[in-house]
């Protein structure tokens, strides 16, 4: 997951929203069935990425509803290397299957 922050108003604008943004984060918790392995913001203060684990991607909601006023999120789900080199391959030899 990534989120780069809506700074999109004055200085003032932008500092108020972030002292709300904030205040929010400090009682969010994530969903019982999430796992965050790393969780970090960027240097420049613009957003930050996560590396989360889930059986269920709903549960993503959670957060990105709770804070989309303040963030544009992206989330990208993934396997695991191996899993993506074998369907990677499976493909290889379905398209080579039909001639």
């Not at 996560?50 to 959670?62: K, Q």
């Not at 989330?75 to 499976?90: L, R, T, Y």
């Not at 493909?91 to 001639?99: E, L, T």
Request: charged residues 20%.
């Amino acid at each position: 997951m990534t989120w780069t922050s809506r700074l999109n108003g004055s200085g003032k604008d932008n500092e108020e929203a972030l002292r709300r943004a904030l205040a929010l984060f400090s009682k969010w918790q994530p969903p019982a069935g999430t796992t965050f392995h790393q969780f970090v913001g960027r240097v420049d203060a613009g957003g930050g990425y996560a590396i989360v684990e889930t059986d269920n991607p709903a549960e993503l909601l959670d957060g990105t509803s709770k804070f989309i006023a303040f963030n544009e999120f992206q989330i990208h789900p993934v396997v695991d290397m191996a899993e993506w080199a074998h369907a990677g391959q499976e493909g290889i030899d379905f398209r080579d299957s039909v001639s």
